[in-house]
Structures are given as structure tokens and as C-alpha cells.
């Protein structure tokens, strides 16, 4: 009797371990194409939109602030903060007028 019972109790075992597996395989399937999913609607999205998605900006920003403590990018203090001064430029400064007139302003007049 304990032969039979040893034998059924083993395969269910198995059964159950084959079920668990099968269905964990499921389960992490299922978010990898969810997730594959969503990051191409954002790289669709941000493909018309034209905009960079704020990741990749923030990144571009760090890495450009970064940039002054790596080595080898400190100047001499003795040849000055700009030693080509080839991108200073002075304009004359003069006012801007509009092609189109000014709308009127009326404070009678409501949003809609």
C-alpha cells in the first residue's frame, strides 16, 4: 500500500512542479511583452511628437555637468577661465516691433 501512495504522492509532485514552472514562465512572458509594449508606444509617441523623452535629457544634462571633474579637464588657472574670447560677442541693442498689430485689450470681453 505505502508503494502506491509513495508513487501517487511523486507524481503529483512532479505534476505540481511542471504547473508552477509553466505558469511562472507565463507570468514573466507576460510582463517582458508588456513591458516591450509600452517602450515602443513611448518611442512611437516620441517619434511624432519630435521631443526627446525627459531620460535621455536628463542623462545628456548630467553628463555635460560632469564633465568639469573628470581629468584632465581642469585649465591652468594662470591662462585664464576663457583663453579664446572668440565667443564673446557685443551687439548693439535695439527694440524688437511686432509684424502684427497689438490685439485690443477689453476687460469686458470673457473667456470662453
Known sequence: MHLISDFVRSVLRGVIKVVLLAMTVVFVLGVLC???????????RF???????????????????????RPG?????????????AD??????????????PLPHSSTEKFR
Do not use: C, M, N
Open 47 to 69: 517619434l511624432l511628437t519630435g521631443r526627446k523623452p525627459a531620460v535621455f535629457s536628463t542623462y545628456t544634462r548630467f553628463t555635460q555637468a560632469a564633465q568639469q571633474f
Open 73 to 85: 579637464s581642469w585649465s591652468d588657472p594662470a591662462a585664464g577661465a576663457r583663453p579664446d574670447g
Open 88 to 101: 564673446i560677442v557685443d551687439v548693439q541693442a535695439h527694440e524688437v516691433h511686432s509684424a502684427l498689430p
Open 34 to 44: 508588456i513591458g516591450l509594449i509600452l517602450v515602443l508606444a513611448h518611442v512611437i
